[in-house]
């Protein structure tokens, strides 16, 4: 395996991007392969993660420490960790319903408006449900209503 090949990319997951072809048509079935395996591998890495520090969060109970500016010490640590754990656990959500449009052919479509997501888009985030021009369209305005 040569490593120039291959880039990193959502959630640190190595991978050989897609090369695109005039006669690709989008979804094919090796696009929908490829993405396939970037969202389970990310998945993968996400669960075993979450796993290690739900066993740390039980390693590092406050409670058994003498001193209390090491118990709030700890709590914060604590209270990150479980923030963490929260935001790990959203981005599990995504990949699984990126996983579920894969599978009923959906995936690579903006929600919105019905376009096609560029692959490099897809690959750069592949939980994306918007194309770009939506999400601007949304995040402008957020911005307006002040969100």
Do not use: W
Not at 57 to 76: H, V
Request: aromatic letters at 6%.
């Amino acid at each position: 395996m040569a490593t120039d090949d291959y880039v990193i990319g959502f959630q640190g997951i190595y991978y050989k991007p897609y090369r695109l072809t005039n006669r690709d048509l989008f979804m094919s079935g090796a696009q929908q392969d490829h993405f396939m395996d970037i969202l389970t591998r990310a998945k993968e890495k996400l669960l075993t993660e979450e796993a290690d520090r739900a066993s740390q969060l039980q390693e590092n109970d406050a409670s058994n420490l003498p001193d209390p500016l090491d118990q709030g010490t700890n709590e914060g640590v604590f209270h990150n960790q479980l923030r963490t754990r929260d935001r790990e656990s959203q981005l599990v959500r995504k990949i699984n319903r990126a996983i579920d449009c894969l599978k009923t052919g959906s995936y690579g479509y903006c929600e919105a408006c019905g376009c096609e997501i560029p692959i490099r888009r897809l690959e750069a985030r592949p939980i994306v449900t918007k194309c770009i021009d939506c999400k601007e369209r949304d995040e402008l305005r957020e911005r307006q209503l002040g969100q």
